[in-house]
């Protein structure tokens, strides 16, 4: 079973960056990767996904601030979070996606919080 761990999660001011990572315990070249978040008293919600073939989709609140990138080599996947915003609080999820078979993985989650 694959099991997520993210990591760098914490806290930024308003306008600053943050790098998210999610490091798989097995190869994840047969899966979409993704960033979901849900913030308190909201649902999950996806933030931006890159299929195992190196499209990605952004949620519109993201686009253009946030940037889904993957190492297949290292199984590893990262939200580069540029531009931040009180709303952009929450806990950020990855989660793997097989293509091959009906499989997801979630990770624990790890909490980014925006000051203003």
């Known amino acids: 079973q694959m099991q997520l761990v993210e990591s760098g999660g914490g806290l930024v001011q308003a306008g600053g960056s943050l790098r998210l990572s999610c490091a798989a315990s097995?190869?994840?070249?047969?899966?979409?990767m993704g960033w979901y978040r849900q913030a308190p008293g909201k649902e999950r919600e996806l933030v931006a996904i890159?299929?195992?073939?190196?499209?990605?989709n952004y949620a519109d609140s993201v686009k253009g601030r946030f940037t889904i990138s993957r190492d297949n080599a290292k199984n590893t996947v990262f939200l580069q979070m540029n531009s931040v915003k009180p709303e952009d609080t929450a806990v950020y999820y990855c989660?793997?996606?097989?293509?091959?078979?009906?499989?997801?993985?979630w990770g624990q989650g790890t909490l980014v919080t925006v000051s203003s």
């Open positions: 097995r190869s994840i070249f047969s899966y979409a």
């Open positions: 890159m299929t195992s073939g190196g499209s990605t």
């Open positions: 989660n793997a996606r097989s293509v091959v078979i009906t499989l997801e993985v």
